[in-house]
Structures are given as C-alpha cells and as structure tokens.
C-alpha cells in the first residue's frame, strides 16, 4: 500500500469556457460536478489598487465579508474614505457576479439569493483547526446557517497583481464522497435543531440535510488518512480566471493564492435543471430519507 496521493487520470472536472459557449451550458456543467471555468472575463479594478494591495484584512481575520444586503463590511481595519473605497468595490464585485450569474444560468434567476461577498487577500492561515482549515479536501456546509436543501452557488475572481495563480484541490464526484462518509454520520438528538435556533446558535431550523453536510465537512477535513490519499486533481487559477462551482457537491481545497473575490448565491433545489444530481436528492437516495 501506498500513502501516495492518487492522481486522477481523467481529466479534471474544469470547463474552459469562453462567456458565449457559457451561456445555455453552465448549468448543467455545474449540477454535474464541473468547475466552469471563464479566463477571459472583464472586471475593472483601475484605481482601486491602494484599498485592495493594502493590509485590508484585519488581524486575526481571514476575509473581508460584506453583506450585500445590510451594505455592512466586517473584517477590515480599514477606516474612513479607504473603507467606503473597499465597500464601493466589494460591492462592485458582488454585483457583476450576479449579473453573471443572471446571464449563464437564465433558469436559476427567478429564485437566486445573494448571499454574501468576500474579499481574500490573504494566503491561506497555516493555525486553523482541522475543521476551519480549507486547505483540506471538504465540500461546504455552514454551522450556523443552514441552507435547508438549497445549493451554494460560488462565483471566485483571482486578482492576484503578481501573476500568482490561486491554487485548488478538486476531489472525487459527491456520490462517492458521501457514500464514503456517511456511514459514520449521526442524526441530532431529539430538539437540538430548535434548541440551538431559539438559542441563537443557528440563523433558521438546522434541517437532517444540514446536520449530514456539516457531518461530511467536518468528516473528511479531520481525515488525515483521506487527506493524505484522497483522489484528486490539482487546478491553478491564474490571475483574470472567473471560476463558478456549486462548493456543496464539488470536493475541494484552497491550497494557496493570495488576493482573490468571492460572491456566495443560494438556489433551490427546484430550479435546477437537474435535480437529481443535487446533493439533497443524492444524500436522499443514499438515506432512504427525506432529509428537508
Ligand atoms: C473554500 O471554499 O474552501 C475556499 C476557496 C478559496 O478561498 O479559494
Ligand atoms: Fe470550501
């Protein structure tokens, strides 16, 4: 036996698209597994380069996060004209993500949430907890907000001024992860999930499908053994690179890269073009339960 990472021999699950072949053909790439890919798409940072090559990220904290909704800005130490210089073009990114999104996935667009924006300009923080440390191979679940069956849809930007690629792990298809993890996962004890909401601990009822993610998370990324042998391909993003990907079925990891955007959708399991191939609906067929 060998602790030898496996390299995958197919190619990566990456579509290299330009903005037009995109459009009508990101959806389905995307419920499939598939990181699309657009390297050539056009978002102006000019005159922004003091507020987002400044340390803008405050100590001790990973992103600069914006909430699109509330038009509030945490994680900067930034002050004055620089912070509403900051909020102006994190705020700008998170629109063009949307509207990204709005044009590649026309079907999404009725019932799309924005979530929130983030801002990464920090490499990747070598103290984390197993649990927190996204170098490792996870798919996303959040502990205090649950998602209750909807996807998490990601629009990245790298905007790296040094030509440094931000560097990704991508892992197995989701049925197998979840076949590999879920054996070992547990359900809530009787009335946690309102305990914890009348406490506060979540925002809205963690469901059965939101405790076995965050099992799945949690699972894989305290698996040192997984870590160390997990199947995967190594995908660099280079600077300009806009890449989408649905983070709760696509494995993956964020081994490196400094300086890149973030933008966070929510859509429900309804208006994908493929249900079945949600994780909601894979899990389900797995548990023999419904799971929302
Ligand atoms: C993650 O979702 O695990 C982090 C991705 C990134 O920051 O590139
Ligand atoms: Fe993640």
Known sequence: MTAEPARLDAPAPVAVLDRKRAEGAAARLLEHGSVVLLPDLDF?????????????????????????????????????????KLKTLVARYSAWAEELVRDLAPGYAASLQVGRTSYRPRAADHNLSKRKDDRRLHVDAFPSSPVQGRRILRVFRNVNP??????????????????????????????????????????????????????????????DGYQASAPHWDVNFPPGATWLVFTDSVVHAALGGRYAFEQTFYVPVA?????????LRTLERITGRTLV
């Open 162 to 223: 040094s030509g440094e690629a931000r560097y990704w792990r991508v892992g197995e298809p989701f049925a197998e992860h979840a076949a590999r993890f879920l054996p070992k996962a547990r359900a809530m004890a009787p009335g946690q999930a309102m305990l914890m909401q009348t406490l506060g601990l979540t925002k809205g009822r963690r469901t059965a499908y939101d405790n076995l993610m965050l099992q799945l998370h949690d699972a894989s990324k305290e698996d």
């Open 271 to 279: 208006a994908m073009e493929h249900p079945e191939a949600s994780p």
């Open 44 to 84: 102006d940072t000019a005159g922004f380069e003091d507020v987002m090559f400044a340390e803008v990220s405050g100590e001790g904290v990973k992103n600069v996060s914006y909430s699109p909704a509330t038009g509030e800005l945490k994680g900067t130490t930034a002050e004055g004209a620089a912070r509403e």
